[in-house]
């Protein structure tokens, strides 16, 4: 019989994403793998010892699905050993291009184009739509967008119609975007942002922004942010 995905990452870490969809009569199976470490797979005559760290995610309020009834109490403290709340996509706007590039070299690669990045323009307007579907809707958007890309940066027209009007405001950096702001204005931030990011190392801060060093360096110049 082919190994179970608990045989597979045994060793490993273990990701399962919307833990709250998991159906009343599914959670008692997981519930015993997880306390008595070790499962029998489908057609087995024996059981299988794993050793998993287990990480889950949900967008659901897990402690009001307990109290309804449509979560296991005892399964919800079994998986809430370490609690990490997110924010909103939206609450992150610093974040978006950072998360941005990383996606779009991961469907750069999935569909064989070469794009690098993303146009001023583009960045504009990520940062200042409000993201309601979070990071699923972002890597959506940027899958679309590669899709349908003609350049190596990623322009306006390639997004959704709803991101391209997007006028909203959100905070960069701990700072209000004003409704209207200088396209470079736009990628200084983000290139400083970068930086940060890489505790300045200028090499990886070019990686991640798709460019190369000399590039980079020219850019720095221009903004009078050249100093090592």
Same mark, same amino acid.
């Given at each position: 019989?082919?190994?179970?995905?608990?045989?597979?990452?045994?060793?490993?870490?273990?990701?399962?994403?919307?833990?709250?969809?998991?159906?009343?009569?599914?959670?008692?199976?997981?519930?015993?793998?997880?306390?008595?470490?070790?499962?029998?797979?489908?057609?087995?005559?024996?059981?299988? +010892?794993?050793?998993? !760290?287990?990480?889950?995610?949900?967008?659901? &309020? %897990?402690? #009001?699905?307990?109290?309804?009834? @449509?979560? $296991?109490?005892?399964?919800?403290?079994?998986?809430?050993?370490?609690?990490?709340?997110?924010?909103?996509?939206?609450?992150?706007?610093?974040?978006?291009?950072?998360?941005?590039?990383?996606?779009?070299?991961?469907?750069?690669?999935?569909?064989?184009?070469?794009?690098?990045?993303?146009?001023?323009?583009?960045?504009?307007?990520?940062?200042?739509?409000?993201?309601?579907?979070?990071?699923?809707?972002?890597?959506?958007?940027?899958?679309?967008? +590669?899709?349908?890309? !003609?350049?190596?940066?990623?322009?306006?027209? &390639? %997004?959704? #119609?709803?991101?391209?009007?997007? @006028?909203? $405001?959100?905070?960069?950096?701990?700072?209000?975007?004003?409704?209207?702001?200088?396209?470079?204005?736009?990628?200084?931030?983000?290139?400083?942002?970068?930086?940060?990011?890489?505790?300045?190392?200028?090499?990886?801060?070019?990686?991640?922004?798709?460019?190369?060093?000399?590039?980079?360096?020219?850019?720095?110049?221009?903004?009078?942010?050249?100093?090592?």
């Amino acid at each position: 019989s082919r190994p179970g995905l608990f045989q597979q990452a045994s060793g490993g870490t273990m990701f399962l994403d919307e833990i709250g969809e998991l159906a009343l009569v599914l959670q008692p199976k997981l519930l015993r793998a997880l306390q008595e470490r070790k499962v029998r797979p489908v057609g087995g005559d024996s059981e299988i +010892v794993f050793d998993v !760290r287990l990480v889950t995610a949900t967008n659901r &309020d %897990l402690e #009001e699905m307990v109290e309804d009834k @449509r979560f $296991r109490e005892d399964l919800y403290y079994r998986i809430n050993v370490i609690h990490i709340p997110l924010p909103p996509l939206r609450a992150r706007g610093g974040d978006v291009l950072l998360l941005a590039q990383h996606m779009l070299k991961h469907y750069a690669a999935v569909f064989d184009k070469k794009v690098i990045g993303l146009a001023a323009a583009a960045a504009e307007r990520m940062i200042t739509y409000d993201w309601p579907g979070n990071v699923r809707e972002l890597g959506n958007c940027l899958e679309r967008a +590669v899709a349908l890309a !003609r350049f190596e940066e990623i322009q306006v027209e &390639d %997004l959704p #119609e709803k991101i391209r009007s997007s @006028r909203h $405001r959100l905070s960069l950096s701990g700072t209000e975007l004003p409704e209207l702001l200088a396209l470079e204005e736009i990628e200084r931030r983000h290139v400083l942002r970068v930086l940060e990011a890489c505790d300045g190392n200028r090499t990886d801060a070019a990686k991640m922004l798709g460019l190369d060093r000399k590039t980079l360096y020219r850019k720095l110049l221009r903004w009078g942010l050249n100093e090592e």
